[in-house]
């Protein structure tokens, strides 16, 4: 096997200018949106990446038939609107890996006409988050005024700070060959899978591709994350509540 194994299901037509790039990552914010994309678009699957530097492991499904792990390469078009998708399961286990894979995806990119890259991601704060803002990275000074434009935070630039996987190695190795790269990261404790955090990305990604989805299903299921952290909050609340009669 090599190190990256590139399959690609059909070969005509499947050129796009925008890739969109949501793998894991904290919050699951990034894949969420990417996921939420491909389903209400109807994306295509037109190709899947294996690799070595995923984990050793492959998935059983419904029926007991196992498949090696890979990410896959989705397209949609319309009206004149072609976008690719990068989404999958797993990033790299070492960082070498990530450099490879990361080269990797930019050959894709570069063979299919990719000119943008939108790397989706999540921006752990360590806390629950009430109104999460997207925080934004470009690799390319024009670009941010648009970014800003459309919703996008730069308010933590100041401080510095790093993008960690495959996010931030495609807007920097992309840079390198010319593609333009914006990183959309949204607000997350990094304690839960956050669909409150990616339903405001979302947002702001409409609003820079021109692609409008319905965005219900997200919502409620940050409607659901939000009634179960209560309870949570509830029940440490009575803990407490019962610890401190105890003691007294």
Do not use: W
Not at 54 to 62: A, K, L, R
Not at 63 to 91: A, C, M, P, W
Not at 124 to 148: C, D, F, K, Q
């Amino acid at each position: 096997m090599e190190h990256v194994t590139v399959t690609f299901l059909r070969d005509d037509n499947i050129d796009a200018p925008v890739l969109i790039e949501g793998l894991p990552g904290i919050g699951h914010v990034g894949k969420l949106v990417a996921d939420h994309l491909i389903h209400e678009l109807g994306a295509e699957k037109v190709g899947k990446i294996s690799s070595l530097h995923f984990p050793p492991q492959v998935i059983v499904d419904e029926q007991g038939i196992t498949h090696l792990v890979n990410n896959e390469i989705y397209r949609y078009e319309k009206d004149g609107t072609s976008v690719l998708f990068l989404v999958g399961d797993f990033q790299s286990n070492s960082a070498e890996g990530h450099y490879i894979l990361a080269e990797r995806y930019l050959d894709i990119a570069e063979e299919l006409g990719v000119k943008r890259i939108y790397a989706l991601g999540g921006y752990g704060v360590g806390r629950l988050v009430e109104n999460p803002r997207v925080l934004s990275a470009v690799n390319m000074e024009h670009l941010r005024s648009e970014v800003e434009a459309a919703g996008g935070s730069f308010e933590n630039a100041g401080s510095g700070g790093m993008i960690v996987g495959a996010s931030g190695l495609l807007l920097g190795l992309g840079e390198e060959r010319g593609i333009e790269g914006i990183c959309l990261m949204g607000e997350t404790s990094g304690y839960i899978v956050d669909p409150k955090s990616a339903d405001g990305l979302l947002t702001v990604l409409s609003r820079l591709t021109g692609i409008e989805v319905d965005h219900t299903s997200l919502q409620q299921r940050a409607e659901d994350m939000e009634q179960i952290i209560a309870k949570i909050q509830e029940a440490e609340e009575a803990k407490g509540r019962e610890e401190l009669s105890y003691i007294g």
